[in-house]
């Protein structure tokens, strides 16, 4: 599975996302996913947000995740993301590299 962000990254968008990944009738909580903020310009999203969004948890606890963030604001605030996930058992790591995540995701 691969999301995308790009342009200004905003909080609402950023919960509407995984409401629509929650409710979608083929996502799997035991999918890989992708993230792509290789486009991300601006971030609009506060640090409550991310720990928020770390602590309501939808994929399985094992499940591998990567992130990839160009800039480093994108990559600062994916890792804090990371972070803060790993009390949920979320695995995910951030790159600056897409073939690195695509390898980690054995893509």
């Known amino acids: 599975m ?52 770390s602590c309501d948890q939808f994929f399985s606890p094992g499940a591998r995740r990567a992130v990839v963030a160009n800039s480093d604001a994108a990559f600062g605030m994916a890792r804090m993301y990371a972070i803060a996930s790993e009390d949920a058992g979320q695995t995910i790591e951030v790159f600056r590299d897409m073939s690195a995540a695509e390898a980690w995701l054995d893509l």
Do not use: K, N
């Open 2 to 53: 691969v999301s995308r962000i790009w342009g200004a990254a905003t909080e609402d968008e950023i919960f509407d996302h995984g409401q629509r990944l929650r409710h979608d009738p083929q996502f799997r909580p035991d999918f890989r996913q992708l993230v792509d903020m290789s486009e991300l310009t601006e971030i609009r999203v506060g640090s409550g947000v991310i720990r928020e969004a």
